[in-house]
């Protein structure tokens, strides 16, 4: 991706975001009609899709890309983030996997859903690479307050013995 390119979407991240605040400010004078609530969609959307591309010179880790395939193959939802349009710093890029539990599905369990949250970060890198970055964060039925994350290969397994249930 070119420098005008990463250029062009700040701008249209910067303007998307202002109009946001726009619409927010107008909702609470008058509240929400359904055509602000459509444009509110639409650029939450757009904003999220912005963020998931990777800066000039950088791709999502091989590991990371592996993680949220096969969390999606299996039901799961996944995001990945990275940190922001200019990236004036060392970039870096956020993957969460995870999902709820459904109705019955642990009833002794604590918490109601799986969340892992891993960040590779590009300090102390080669240019356009990233590398894991601390021990992450996890979110399990059986510790809902919060844990380091195992690794990626115990994150896999994880989500192997735990698939969505499909309706």
Same mark, same amino acid.
């Given at each position: 991706?070119?420098?005008?390119?990463?250029?062009?979407?700040?701008?249209?991240?910067?303007?998307?975001?202002?109009?946001?605040?726009?619409?927010?400010?107008?909702?609470?004078?008058?509240?929400?009609?359904?055509?602000?609530?459509?444009?509110?969609?639409?650029?939450?959307?757009?904003?999220?899709?912005?963020?998931?591309?990777?800066?000039?010179?950088?791709?999502?880790?091989?590991? +990371?890309? %592996?993680?949220?395939?096969? @969390?999606?193959?299996?039901? /799961? &939802?996944?995001?990945?983030? !990275?940190? #922001?349009? =200019?990236?004036?710093?060392?970039?870096?890029?956020?993957?969460?996997?995870?999902?709820?539990? +459904?109705? %019955?599905?642990?009833?002794? @369990?604590?918490?109601?859903? /799986? &969340?892992?949250?891993?960040? !590779?970060? #590009?300090? =102390?890198?080669?240019?356009?690479?990233?590398?894991?970055?601390?021990?992450?964060?996890?979110?399990?039925?059986?510790?809902?307050?919060?844990?380091?994350?195992?690794?990626?290969?115990?994150?896999?397994?994880?989500?192997?013995?735990?698939?969505?249930?499909?309706?």
């Amino acid at each position: 991706m070119s420098t005008t390119t990463t250029e062009t979407l700040k701008q249209e991240y910067d303007r998307l975001c202002d109009e946001e605040d726009e619409l927010r400010t107008a909702a609470r004078k008058d509240g929400w009609s359904e055509q602000a609530k459509e444009r509110q969609r639409a650029i939450s959307l757009r904003l999220r899709e912005i963020l998931t591309i990777p800066p000039a010179g950088y791709a999502l880790p091989a590991a +990371a890309s %592996g993680l949220i395939a096969h @969390a999606e193959a299996h039901g /799961w &939802l996944a995001l990945a983030q !990275w940190t #922001s349009i =200019d990236f004036d710093g060392d970039p870096f890029v956020t993957v969460q996997v995870g999902r709820q539990l +459904a109705d %019955g599905e642990m009833p002794d @369990a604590r918490g109601s859903r /799986w &969340l892992y949250k891993l960040t !590779w970060h #590009s300090r =102390d890198c080669a240019p356009g690479k990233v590398r894991l970055f601390g021990n992450g964060h996890a979110v399990t039925p059986d510790s809902p307050g919060g844990n380091y994350a195992p690794s990626v290969k115990a994150i896999r397994a994880v989500i192997e013995q735990h698939p969505a249930v499909t309706p």
